[in-house]
């Protein structure tokens, strides 16, 4: 089986304020966060990290853009999972982006639940890209849910203690639970399809 590693996330922000907010919700969503405010930056902070596994990057930085970035990333990188982040964008961009299997495009201002939901994809793409198979995966979302219900029923469905003790975020909390309610309603109680 795969080495499960931390969540790692790499940011490339211009805007002070957004580059703070972002890593604040990557690290309430369960990732440790670094930063950069130009694409320059992140790949100099990219060359001394062993594994990129999420970049979440600003498609119109100084200097180099970020697809330009993701370019320079991929050869060193090749299991990288982007984000693009965007206040506006065009064609050639866009297909670019294509090209490159970037998973999602996220508009600027980003609302946290799209950003969470993008983020998660981009991991479980990550884990695909590294040897985890879906079988494998799929015993880590229940342990994780095991862990999960285990910690509600010691606190008493108390979800802000049970967050706490599990050391993410309520938001978290409150998505898992939504993600385990909506597989519920799909399979059966067996874990068959219904």
């Not at 950069?36 to 990129?52: P, Q, R, T, W, Y």
């Not at 201002?109 to 884990?127: I, K, T, V």
Request: hydrophobic share 45%; proline share 3%; aromatic share 6%.
């Amino acid at each position: 089986m795969a080495e499960i590693r931390e969540r790692h996330l790499l940011i490339v922000e211009d805007e002070e304020r957004q580059r703070t907010m972002l890593s604040r919700a990557a690290a309430e969503f369960g990732y440790i966060a670094l930063s950069a405010a130009s694409a320059e930056e992140a790949l100099d902070l990219a060359a001394g990290l062993e594994h990129v596994q999420i970049v979440l990057v600003d498609l119109n930085l100084p200097g180099m853009t970020g697809i330009e970035f993701l370019e320079a990333l991929v050869p060193s990188h090749p299991h990288a999972q982007a984000l693009v982040l965007t206040g506006y964008g065009d064609l050639e961009a866009a297909q670019r982006a294509i090209r490159l299997e970037v998973v999602d495009f996220l508009t600027k201002p980003c609302p946290l639940d799209d950003l969470e939901a993008a983020l998660e994809r981009a991991w479980e793409r990550y884990l695909t890209a590294t040897g985890l198979t879906v079988i494998e995966a799929r015993r880590i979302r229940d342990v994780e849910r095991e862990m999960i219900m285990s910690a509600l029923e010691r606190h008493g469905s108390h979800r802000a203690e049970a967050a706490r003790e599990l050391g993410i975020s309520l938001r978290t909390l409150y998505y898992r639970l939504s993600q385990y309610e909506a597989e519920d309603r799909i399979m059966g109680r067996d874990g068959d399809p219904a």
